[in-house]
């Protein structure tokens, strides 16, 4: 699934770019991607890299929609302001506050171990 | 300092009836129909008729019928208004709000409220594409259903301030509990702690009795001037403060266990010129355990974090006292409003709570859609 919005950020994770997008006026960060800044309102922005990894902010284990994924919500260590979800894929059950580093999948998306 | 908004409609507008389709989890018939049925009981409880009605209302996330259709099904004569608001749980109670402001601005007199969904036999939650942009960041992975989203956010809750499944599941059983007093719920054999612990995983923290019930069924009130109210057979219900939006982030705020209640709830409040030590029953929007726990403290009743505790403290402010979309149904939002309504006329029966005369009925709190809506009604006195 991708829209107009994020298909950018799905081209740039493909190349194995872990980025966000960047304010060019006010350097806000931000993420999902949108084109207007929702603090100065310029529409000028950048793609910027950021270190591929957060911090668990929460997670669930599913039974339901996607049975035994566990998609955790990750808070970006260096734009923390920003959230990623994705599916975490580590052996043992994640934790709040502990450290996810991103995993580049096949099909464009990241997720976390 | 909250803004003072829609001050100048207080009490100008009021609930003159309340109507309801029987609820089920296989309807058998169209949302058109459901919605036929809901209305014209809503009006024959007013003391109105089909020609009296010169608006109607709804909202709805391309499930339903339109106004634009039950109109004309009803042979209603020319409606001067109309609202087909695009919008799930989080937008309830603003087609209330929106309805009492046509109302308050001449813009029609009678206008009816509803809405119908066959939502366990047709359109179930989380089965359908995301219609929302922030899907294209959540649905490949498959985080798809607002179960799962509520069950994150609740899990932040549980992490950040210690809240626990026994809070959960004290919600599940109180709201079961008043169930067992009212004929039109769906669930009502009661049910005890050990049975909501037990019950199957449905997206870890939530189990099943976390969830609100899939429904089929509709629910419509009929609002109009306060004037008009008190010459029709119900003692009026008045619309006190009406409140929408909230939420300034879109995607995910910097705390997950805030909701978009806390941005509305002083605005809701000033409109009253009530705060919540005012509110003697609270429909608090259920469509999970958690959204309680949250809207209780964003709702002002206890501090940030310990609404859990006072959920489950047996001293809360009485709430979802028909059972709640736990419990009784849920028709996204609309059976609360009428619950209230029938709580403050007095004939809530087995499950009135004495001397009820100022409520709150909460929509969804904005996690899913950044957006909320609340109303405070009050007994005209």
């Not at chain 2, 059983?173 to 067992?180: C, I, L, P």
């Not at chain 2, 982030?249 to 009530?274: C, I, K, N, Q």
């Not at chain 2, 001293?315 to 059972?323: I, K, L, M, R």
């Not at chain 2, 006329?345 to 001397?355: E, F, I, L, S, T």
Request: charged share 15%; proline share 6%; glycine share 8%.
């Amino acid at each position: 699934m991708s829209d107009r919005d994020s298909a950018g950020w799905r081209s740039a994770v493909a190349n194995g770019d872990f980025v966000i997008q960047q304010c060019s006026t006010c350097d806000t960060r931000r993420f999902p991607p949108r084109e207007f800044c929702s603090v100065c309102h310029s529409r000028t922005w950048q793609w910027q890299p950021v270190e591929p990894t957060g911090t668990i902010e929460s997670w669930i284990v599913d039974h339901t929609f996607a049975p035994g994924t566990t998609i955790v919500m990750v808070r970006l260590t260096n734009a923390p302001t920003c959230v990623m979800y994705g599916r975490w894929l580590a052996e043992t059950a994640p934790s709040a506050g502990q450290t996810a580093h991103a995993v580049f999948t096949d099909d464009a998306l990241i997720d976390w171990h | 300092m909250a803004k003072r908004l829609l001050g100048g409609i207080r009490d100008r507008t009021a609930i003159a009836g309340v109507g309801y389709t029987s609820f089920s989890k296989d309807s058998g018939v169209s949302t058109l129909t459901l919605a036929c049925e809901a209305i014209l009981a809503a009006l024959d409880d007013a003391g109105l008729t089909p020609d009296d009605v010169d608006g109607l209302a709804t909202h709805r996330v391309g499930d339903s019928a339109p106004p634009s259709t039950v109109g004309p099904a009803l042979g209603l004569p020319a409606p001067s208004w109309y609202l087909d608001q695009f919008g799930g749980g989080s937008v309830s109670h603003s087609v209330i709000a929106q309805a009492a402001l046509a109302v308050a601005a001449g813009m029609a007199d009678v206008v009816v409220c509803y809405r119908a969904i066959n939502a366990r036999s047709e359109f179930r939650m989380g089965r359908a594409a995301n219609p929302a942009p922030e899907a294209a960041f959540q649905a490949p992975y498959g985080y798809v259903a607002p179960a799962q989203m509520y069950a994150m956010y609740a899990r932040a809750h549980m992490t950040k301030y210690g809240t626990q499944p026994e809070h959960f599941g004290a919600i599940a059983v109180t709201e079961r509990a008043a169930a067992a007093k009212n004929p039109r719920a769906l669930m009502r054999t009661p049910i005890t702690l050990d049975d909501y612990l037990a019950s199957r995983w449905i997206a870890e923290p939530f189990r099943l009795l976390d969830c609100c019930l899939e429904t089929d069924g509709a629910c419509a009130v009929v609002v109009t001037t306060t004037e008009r109210a008190r010459d029709l057979p119900h003692p009026p219900v008045l619309i006190t403060a009406a409140a929408f939006g909230g939420g300034s982030h879109p995607f995910d705020g910097p705390d997950m266990t805030v909701s978009a209640a806390a941005e509305l709830s002083p605005r809701l409040y000033s409109m009253a010129g009530l705060g919540p030590a005012d509110v003697d029953v609270a429909q608090i929007y259920d469509c999970f355990t958690y959204s309680v726990v949250v809207q209780f403290e964003d709702y002002g009743f206890c501090a940030k974090g310990e609404g859990g505790l006072y959920a489950a403290s047996g001293s809360a402010v009485p709430y979802n006292t028909h059972g709640g979309f736990l419990s009784e149904g849920y028709v996204h939002g609309i059976n609360h409003i009428a619950e209230a309504v029938s709580q403050l006329r007095g004939d809530a029966g087995d499950r009135q709570v004495p001397g009820a005369e100022v409520a709150l009925s909460t929509a969804q709190p904005g996690y899913v859609l950044a957006a909320t809506s609340a109303l405070i009604l009050r007994k005209d006195t």
